[in-house]
Structures are given as structure tokens and as C-alpha cells.
């Protein structure tokens, strides 16, 4: 368990860094992704690799990415991981745009090391209007 929380907390500390190259290390080729931003769904690394350059253009002031009530369940050669992301940017003049979003995320152990192969974030709507509820807090 001590190996995949190790890997989220690298792959968590390159978004912060804004380090794409440090980002996309910590995917498997093959990832599926289920994005909150824009994409229904992105498959593969180079296409992933494009979603998340724009994401980060998106966040000119700095991001924001903050990792809350982790958990872990894990196999020999399979993690599955779910936990709430206080996401977001800094923008003009300082001020955090942020919202909590929910992530699960699925890793595999291949050639030594443990890759996330499918990401999954969503923030809450209301049905009634249809649009994302983004100042949802955690419980």
C-alpha cells in the first residue's frame, strides 16, 4: 500500500509542479481517463498528454491539487483508490478558483511499478438545472 500512495503523492506533487513529462510517467499507455474537464472520455497516453497540456493552460496563475480522505484497496497487481480533490487555480490578484471533485482511480503493477490505468473525476450536479454543483463540500 506504502508503494501506491507513494505513486499518487509523485503524481499529485507533478500536477502541482506543473511537470507534464513527470505527470504522464505515472500512466500506463493504455489509460482511460473520464475527465470532469470538457472530454467525455480520453483513451491513451497521447491523447491524454493533449487533454492535460490544455487543462494546465487553463490554470495560468498555478494549480491548485490537494488530495482528501484517501483510501486504498489493493491486490497483488491491482489498486483501486478513491478520495475527494480540492482542485482548482490561482488567478489574477491571487484568488483560488477551486472545487472539490470526486476521483477514483485504478492502477496496475506492470514491470515493477505500479501505473494508473483508468481515472475517473466528477463533481456533482443538479438535475433540475443541469449545471455542476462546484461549492459541494466534503462530509
Not at 491513451?44 to 493533449?50: C, L, S
Not at 492535460?52 to 483510501?71: P, T
Not at 486504498?72 to 497487481?77: F, G, L, M, T
Amino acid at each position: 500500500m506504502n508503494a501506491i500512495k507513494a505513486v499518487l503523492e509523485s503524481w499529485q506533487q507533478a500536477v502541482v509542479d506543473e511537470n507534464l513529462d513527470k505527470i504522464m510517467s505515472h500512466y500506463s499507455d493504455d489509460i482511460v481517463s473520464f475527465d470532469a474537464v470538457k472530454a467525455l472520455h480520453i483513451i491513451g497516453k497521447p491523447n491524454y498528454t493533449d487533454h492535460w497540456k490544455y487543462c494546465m493552460q487553463l490554470c495560468g496563475g498555478g494549480i491548485i491539487f490537494e488530495i482528501h480522505q484517501l483510501n486504498i484497496q489493493h491486490s497483488s497487481d491491482l489498486a483501486f483508490c478513491h478520495y475527494l480533490s480540492r482542485c482548482g487555480s490561482v488567478q489574477d490578484f491571487g484568488n483560488e478558483n477551486v472545487a472539490w471533485m470526486r476521483a477514483t482511480v485504478c492502477m496496475r503493477h506492470q514491470n515493477g511499478e505500479w501505473k494508473i490505468a483508468h481515472e475517473h473525476y466528477s463533481s456533482p450536479f443538479d438535475p433540475e438545472t443541469g449545471k455542476a454543483i462546484f461549492d459541494a463540500q466534503p462530509q
